[in-house]
Protein backbone atom coordinates (compact mmCIF):
# COMPACT_ATOMS: atom_id res chain seq x y z
CA UNK A 1 0.00 0.00 0.00
CA UNK A 2 1.66 3.21 -1.07
CA UNK A 3 2.03 6.01 0.86
CA UNK A 4 0.46 9.13 0.61
CA UNK A 5 2.19 10.64 -2.18
CA UNK A 6 2.97 14.36 -3.18
CA UNK A 7 3.57 16.01 -6.83
CA UNK A 8 5.87 17.92 -7.79
CA UNK A 9 8.28 17.52 -4.67
CA UNK A 10 9.62 20.93 -5.47
CA UNK A 11 8.06 23.61 -7.75
CA UNK A 12 9.33 26.82 -8.92
CA UNK A 13 6.78 29.85 -10.14
CA UNK A 14 7.33 33.45 -11.57
CA UNK A 15 4.93 35.61 -8.96
CA UNK A 16 1.82 35.93 -10.66
CA UNK A 17 1.89 31.86 -12.24
CA UNK A 18 -0.54 29.54 -10.47
CA UNK A 19 0.93 26.41 -8.95
CA UNK A 20 -1.32 23.37 -8.63
CA UNK A 21 -0.32 21.25 -5.78
CA UNK A 22 -1.16 17.23 -6.47
CA UNK A 23 -2.05 14.63 -3.41
CA UNK A 24 -2.96 11.11 -3.91
CA UNK A 25 -4.16 10.28 -0.71
CA UNK A 26 -3.45 5.84 1.10
CA UNK A 27 -5.97 3.94 -0.92
CA UNK A 28 -8.91 3.25 1.10
CA UNK A 29 -8.58 7.14 2.77
CA UNK A 30 -11.31 9.55 2.35
CA UNK A 31 -9.97 12.06 4.42
CA UNK A 32 -7.70 15.06 3.15
CA UNK A 33 -6.02 17.79 5.68
CA UNK A 34 -3.69 20.34 3.77
CA UNK A 35 -0.95 22.33 6.15
CA UNK A 36 1.38 24.84 4.99
CA UNK A 37 4.86 25.34 6.84
CA UNK A 38 6.78 28.42 6.42
CA UNK A 39 10.40 28.55 6.40
CA UNK A 40 11.37 28.25 10.29
CA UNK A 41 7.66 27.93 11.21
CA UNK A 42 5.40 25.31 12.44
CA UNK A 43 2.41 23.14 10.37
CA UNK A 44 -0.38 25.44 9.86
CA UNK A 45 -3.62 23.84 8.73
CA UNK A 46 -5.35 24.77 5.65
CA UNK A 47 -8.19 22.87 4.60
CA UNK A 48 -9.71 19.34 5.42
CA UNK A 49 -12.04 17.78 2.42
CA UNK A 50 -13.57 14.85 1.70
CA UNK A 51 -15.31 13.11 -1.42
CA UNK A 52 -16.61 16.16 -3.47
CA UNK A 53 -16.65 18.24 -0.44
CA UNK A 54 -14.99 20.55 1.26
CA UNK A 55 -15.47 20.15 5.37
CA UNK A 56 -13.19 22.79 7.13
CA UNK A 57 -11.94 25.36 5.20
CA UNK A 58 -10.92 28.02 8.54
CA UNK A 59 -7.46 28.03 7.55
CA UNK A 60 -6.71 29.07 4.10
CA UNK A 61 -6.55 31.99 2.73
CA UNK A 62 -9.86 33.75 1.57
CA UNK A 63 -8.34 35.28 -1.66
CA UNK A 64 -5.97 32.86 -4.82
CA UNK A 65 -5.79 29.45 -2.45
CA UNK A 66 -8.85 26.83 -3.39
CA UNK A 67 -8.67 23.08 -2.34
CA UNK A 68 -10.97 20.39 -4.18
CA UNK A 69 -11.26 16.32 -3.23
CA UNK A 70 -12.73 15.01 -7.20
CA UNK A 71 -14.84 11.72 -6.71
CA UNK A 72 -12.08 10.34 -9.20
CA UNK A 73 -8.11 11.06 -8.85
CA UNK A 74 -6.20 13.61 -6.34
CA UNK A 75 -6.82 15.83 -4.36
CA UNK A 76 -5.56 19.64 -5.44
CA UNK A 77 -4.40 22.18 -4.19
CA UNK A 78 -4.27 25.29 -6.46
CA UNK A 79 -2.78 29.08 -5.93
CA UNK A 80 -3.68 31.32 -8.23
CA UNK A 81 -1.38 34.47 -9.04
CA UNK A 82 1.45 33.33 -6.51
CA UNK A 83 3.49 35.65 -4.66
CA UNK A 84 7.09 35.30 -2.86
CA UNK A 85 5.09 34.89 0.65
CA UNK A 86 3.60 32.16 -0.70
CA UNK A 87 7.09 30.21 -0.48
CA UNK A 88 6.60 27.06 1.76
CA UNK A 89 6.38 23.63 1.98
CA UNK A 90 2.84 22.29 1.61
CA UNK A 91 2.09 18.92 3.01
CA UNK A 92 -0.83 16.58 2.75
CA UNK A 93 -1.99 14.05 5.05
CA UNK A 94 -4.92 11.52 4.81
CA UNK A 95 -6.53 9.31 7.10
CA UNK A 96 -9.60 6.55 7.25
CA UNK A 97 -11.18 8.30 9.89
CA UNK A 98 -11.92 10.65 11.96
CA UNK A 99 -10.05 11.95 15.54
CA UNK A 100 -9.70 8.49 16.86
CA UNK A 101 -7.44 7.71 13.91
CA UNK A 102 -3.94 8.11 12.92
CA UNK A 103 -3.25 10.52 9.83
CA UNK A 104 -0.45 9.78 7.14
CA UNK A 105 1.82 12.47 5.59
CA UNK A 106 3.34 12.80 2.66
CA UNK A 107 6.44 13.70 2.20
CA UNK A 108 5.47 17.66 0.74
CA UNK A 109 5.60 20.38 -2.35
CA UNK A 110 8.45 22.80 -1.62
CA UNK A 111 6.74 25.87 -3.42
CA UNK A 112 9.84 28.49 -4.58
CA UNK A 113 7.96 31.97 -6.11
CA UNK A 114 10.88 33.63 -7.65
CA UNK B 1 -4.89 27.89 19.27
CA UNK B 2 -3.23 24.42 19.69
CA UNK B 3 -4.26 24.24 23.35
CA UNK B 4 -1.42 22.42 24.49
CA UNK B 5 1.74 23.71 25.91
CA UNK B 6 5.39 21.91 25.37
CA UNK B 7 8.63 22.76 26.22
CA UNK B 8 10.68 24.56 23.59
CA UNK B 9 13.48 21.82 23.29
CA UNK B 10 14.93 19.13 25.44
CA UNK B 11 18.41 17.22 25.10
CA UNK B 12 19.28 13.36 25.77
CA UNK B 13 21.56 10.87 25.74
CA UNK B 14 21.94 8.08 23.22
CA UNK B 15 20.53 5.06 24.28
CA UNK B 16 18.79 6.47 27.46
CA UNK B 17 14.92 7.27 27.98
CA UNK B 18 13.16 10.33 27.29
CA UNK B 19 10.05 11.61 28.50
CA UNK B 20 8.48 14.64 26.94
CA UNK B 21 5.97 16.03 28.65
CA UNK B 22 2.82 18.06 27.34
CA UNK B 23 0.20 20.28 29.29
CA UNK B 24 -3.38 20.10 27.78
CA UNK B 25 -4.94 21.53 30.90
CA UNK B 26 -8.11 22.84 29.27
CA UNK B 27 -9.28 19.39 27.33
CA UNK B 28 -11.97 18.09 27.30
CA UNK B 29 -13.60 14.52 28.16
CA UNK B 30 -13.92 13.29 24.55
CA UNK B 31 -10.65 15.04 23.16
CA UNK B 32 -7.99 12.41 22.27
CA UNK B 33 -4.18 13.40 22.40
CA UNK B 34 -2.27 12.76 19.50
CA UNK B 35 1.78 12.81 19.19
CA UNK B 36 3.29 13.56 15.76
CA UNK B 37 6.94 14.44 15.09
CA UNK B 38 9.02 15.49 12.02
CA UNK B 39 12.05 14.82 10.96
CA UNK B 40 14.39 17.62 9.24
CA UNK B 41 13.15 17.99 5.80
CA UNK B 42 10.00 15.66 6.06
CA UNK B 43 6.44 15.37 6.73
CA UNK B 44 5.39 14.47 9.69
CA UNK B 45 4.97 11.39 11.33
CA UNK B 46 2.54 9.71 13.73
CA UNK B 47 4.03 9.00 16.85
CA UNK B 48 1.30 7.80 19.57
CA UNK B 49 -2.73 8.65 20.67
CA UNK B 50 -4.36 8.05 23.46
CA UNK B 51 -7.90 9.22 24.89
CA UNK B 52 -7.25 8.06 28.61
CA UNK B 53 -5.82 4.79 29.13
CA UNK B 54 -1.58 4.57 28.81
CA UNK B 55 -0.96 3.45 25.67
CA UNK B 56 1.79 1.47 23.86
CA UNK B 57 3.46 0.76 20.51
CA UNK B 58 6.36 0.04 18.87
CA UNK B 59 7.36 3.64 18.47
CA UNK B 60 6.44 5.06 21.80
CA UNK B 61 4.81 4.46 25.10
CA UNK B 62 2.14 7.27 26.20
CA UNK B 63 1.39 8.05 29.56
CA UNK B 64 -1.93 10.26 30.26
CA UNK B 65 -2.69 11.40 33.67
CA UNK B 66 -5.37 10.23 35.59
CA UNK B 67 -7.44 13.85 35.34
CA UNK B 68 -6.07 14.14 31.58
CA UNK B 69 -4.68 17.83 31.85
CA UNK B 70 -1.37 16.28 30.98
CA UNK B 71 0.46 13.68 29.60
CA UNK B 72 3.84 12.33 28.50
CA UNK B 73 5.44 10.73 25.53
CA UNK B 74 8.33 7.93 26.77
CA UNK B 75 10.89 6.92 24.52
CA UNK B 76 12.54 4.41 25.85
CA UNK B 77 15.89 4.28 24.07
CA UNK B 78 16.52 7.78 22.56
CA UNK B 79 18.45 7.01 18.94
CA UNK B 80 20.50 9.35 17.18
CA UNK B 81 17.29 8.76 14.46
CA UNK B 82 14.42 10.45 17.16
CA UNK B 83 15.95 13.67 16.75
CA UNK B 84 12.89 15.73 15.39
CA UNK B 85 10.02 18.20 16.62
CA UNK B 86 8.06 16.18 18.64
CA UNK B 87 4.40 17.71 18.28
CA UNK B 88 1.72 17.20 21.52
CA UNK B 89 -1.63 17.55 19.59
CA UNK B 90 -5.78 18.00 20.92
CA UNK B 91 -8.37 16.58 18.85
CA UNK B 92 -11.59 18.09 19.35
CA UNK B 93 -14.76 17.20 17.53
CA UNK B 94 -15.25 15.46 14.81
CA UNK B 95 -12.79 16.68 11.66
CA UNK B 96 -9.57 14.78 12.39
CA UNK B 97 -7.97 18.41 12.32
CA UNK B 98 -4.60 18.78 13.97
CA UNK B 99 -3.64 21.76 15.48
CA UNK B 100 0.15 22.12 15.36
CA UNK B 101 1.69 24.21 18.50
CA UNK B 102 5.68 25.12 18.16
CA UNK B 103 6.51 21.86 19.52
CA UNK B 104 9.43 20.19 21.18
CA UNK B 105 12.61 20.38 19.66
CA UNK B 106 14.76 16.97 20.97
CA UNK B 107 18.46 16.64 20.39
CA UNK B 108 19.83 13.50 21.06
CA UNK B 109 23.63 13.20 21.79
CA UNK B 110 25.97 10.23 20.91
Known amino acids: NAGVMQNPRHLVRRRGQEARLRCSPMKGHSHVYWYRQLPEEGLKFMVYLQKENIIDESGMPKERFSAEFPKEGPSILRIQQVVRGDSAAYFCASSPGARDTEAFFGQGTRLTVV | DAKTTQPNSMESNEEEPVHLPCNHSTISGTDYIHWYRQLPSQGPEYVIHGLTSNVNNRMASLAIAEDRKSSTLILHRATLRDAAVYYC???????????FGQGTTLQVKP
Open chain 2, 89 to 99: IRISGNTGKLI
